[in-house]
């Protein structure tokens, strides 16, 4: 998540400094659009019962995504001891994400071990009046921007809203948004009324790594080449979380549009079978097959162009899809949703 600025006040007593940092790290939380709980009693899967000092809990339609947060205001840097029970509190919980806030640092070997777990690791305190620090370069499997930006530029300006007051461009930028894209195998009936086979047809669909929404699906896999580059909406979402969904989702939904066992005869048109077709459509699966399997997933870095918008009702983001070469209100949904994520990526 990159190093965050938390403002610092100054505490008496050691009680009253572990509350207030818990207290501006859930306002942080909440002003980056999640919901948050603090001193939460969660049991895990093991039956043990742990404090976690900050929940951060973000929902979409399909993806709850869960944060926890240990903070630690205390004399001394943060022990590997502490990381490695964070560790286990996140993995027994079955939290998505785990990160340690602590002014005073982190002791040696604690950081690498960090690291290695997948832990993030905020300061703060020398944060409040230094520079930003240069933004880490992302490298990994993506696809180029296309050569001529000029549309994509023109198209920054021309959202601007409003008549009387038009909105002002925060900033805009080139950069990339980590996906997943999944090798998805359907069974489909095909060939003409007299000659009706079961075959097996792949596509391949892609999702945002922010929120797991649909973004494009392709008759043929994609090229990709190694892409390298600072400004990247990094995905906060697993892949594997993503396939089980989608699979329970279709599962639940293509039920509905099958013909009993044993019958011919079409499934009638009713509301919910409408319903259910629709939402297999908007998650980007197949609504004529009658069973799916993803084969395969891997992270790809998709090219896109965000620009974010200020006027008096607040900020949003909207998002130029390169691949479509036009704005995609889906994904302009999603990033609007992870502002802070965006605007990180400003320079």
């Not at 921007?145 to 009387?164: E, I, M, Y």
């Not at 009936?189 to 669909?205: E, L, N, P, Q, W």
């Not at 097959?289 to 896109?304: D, E, K």
Request: glycine share 8%; with cysteine.
């Amino acid at each position: 998540m990159g190093r965050t600025h938390l403002d610092y006040g100054h505490w008496d007593t050691a009680k009253q400094k572990g509350g207030d940092l818990e207290q501006r790290v859930a306002a942080h939380f909440v002003r980056a659009g999640y919901e948050v709980q603090s001193n939460v009693i969660l049991t895990g899967r093991s039956g043990g019962r742990h404090e976690i000092d900050v929940l951060a809990t973000k929902r979409d339609g399909l993806v709850t995504f869960r944060l926890m947060v240990e903070c630690k205001h205390q004399g001394a840097p943060v022990s590997k001891d502490v990381v490695a029970k964070t560790k286990l509190v996140r993995d027994d919980c079955a939290i998505d994400k785990a990160m340690i806030v602590c002014p005073a640092g982190f002791a040696l070997g604690a950081g690498q071990q960090a690291r290695d777990l997948g832990i993030d690791l905020w300061q703060g305190r020398e944060l409040d009046d230094a520079p930003a620090a240069a933004l880490p370069i992302v490298s990994g499997q993506g696809i180029l921007h296309a050569p001529d930006r000029a549309r994509a530029h023109r198209w920054v300006d021309s959202q601007r809203r409003g008549f009387f007051s038009k909105e002002q461009v925060v900033g805009a930028f080139d950069g990339f948004l980590e996906c997943h894209l999944f090798d998805i195998d359907y069974t489909v009936t095909a060939g003409g009324r007299f000659s009706k086979k079961i075959v097996t047809v792949r596509h391949y669909a892609c999702y945002d790594g922010l929120e797991g929404t649909h973004g494009a699906t392709f008759q043929a896999d994609t090229r990709t080449t190694v892409v390298s580059s600072a400004q990247v909406l990094r995905s906060a979402l697993t892949g594997t979380k993503l396939a089980k969904l989608l699979e329970t989702e279709f599962a639940k939904l293509a039920s509905r549009l099958q013909p009993p066992a044993n019958t011919k005869l079409p499934v009638p048109e009713t509301a919910a079978t409408e319903a259910a077709r629709a939402r297999l459509v908007e998650l980007g699966l197949r609504a004529d097959a009658h069973s799916m399997c993803i084969a395969g997933c891997r992270s790809i870095l998709l090219p896109v162009t965000i620009a974010i918008y200020r006027s008096r009702n607040g900020e949003r983001a909207a998002a130029w899809f390169d691949l479509e070469a036009r704005e995609s209100e889906a994904l302009s949904a999603v990033v609007t949703r992870n502002l802070l994520a965006a605007k990180s990526l400003l320079g």
